[in-house]
């Protein structure tokens, strides 16, 4: 079975600053990895994702996150955050084949201040 | 048009009510999930379906049935809700590849 372990449920940080997220995964097998985006009262929207290939993966609204199978990690990185970044962010976890599903995280709240 | 589509958007209904909850696709993907959303737990997999006659429990079932009606249609019922059911409900679908698609959301409240 494969899980998801955020390790923030928040994390505060001032405008222009750079932020992390971080995300462990468990998996038996390998993995596609992803980061997903909700703002307030909204749906959830596709950051980025991991399927193969470079490990260093560029999403949209200026973010990437790096696949780092030793560590099993997939953490999210901006380098400058601006008050629009206020979200909800979710890792979430799947594997490649007919039978897959798709497994999240408890979520970061990510609060931007001035 | 919404490629995935769920219906109502928000809902209030009484304890003990029946309340089925539906999402339609036309993505053409035979793979269709729910989920629910709860502050501080995530996204959670109630009923997952790989095709039309293919339905599967999710992590947290109980409480909930589905029907899969046709490729394109998924529907979550509670057959009586109760209070620890009031959520924000998701449905997606997938084509495989690691591409999934969400729909807008379901907004319960049962009081």
């Known amino acids: 079975a494969q899980s998801v372990t955020q390790l923030d449920s928040q994390v505060p940080v001032f405008e222009e600053a750079p932020v992390e997220l971080r995300c462990n995964y468990s998996?038996?097998?390998?993995?596609?990895l992803f980061w997903y985006v909700q703002y307030p009262n909204q749906g959830l929207q596709l950051l980025l994702k991991?399927?193969?290939?470079?490990?260093l993966v560029k999403g949209i609204n200026g973010f990437e996150a790096e696949f780092n199978k030793s560590q099993t990690s997939f953490h999210l990185r901006k380098p400058s955050v601006h008050i629009s970044d206020t979200a909800e962010y979710f890792c979430?976890?799947?594997?490649?084949?007919?039978?897959?599903?798709?497994?999240f995280g408890t979520g970061t709240r990510l609060q931007v201040t001035l | 048009d919404a490629d995935v589509t769920q219906t109502p958007r928000n809902r209030i209904t009484k304890t003990g009510k029946r309340i089925m909850l539906e999402c339609s696709q036309t993505?053409?993907?035979?793979?269709m999930y729910w989920y629910r959303q709860d502050p501080g737990l995530g996204l959670r997999l109630i009923y997952y379906?790989?095709?039309?006659?293919?339905?599967n429990k999710g992590e947290i079932s109980d409480g909930y049935s589905v029907s899969r009606q046709a490729q394109a249609k998924f529907s979550l019922s509670l057959e009586s809700a109760i209070p620890n059911q009031t959520a924000l409900y998701f449905c997606?679908?997938?084509?495989?590849?690691?591409?999934?698609?969400f729909g807008s959301g379901t907004r319960l409240t049962v009081v």
């Open positions: 991991y399927l193969s290939g470079s490990t």
């Open positions: 979430a976890v799947s594997t490649p084949g007919t039978a897959s599903k798709l497994t």
């Open positions: 997606a679908t997938s084509g495989g590849q690691g591409s999934y698609t």
């Open positions: 993505k053409g993907h035979d793979r």
């Open positions: 379906s790989f095709d039309v006659k293919d339905i």
């Open positions: 998996s038996s097998v390998s993995v596609y």
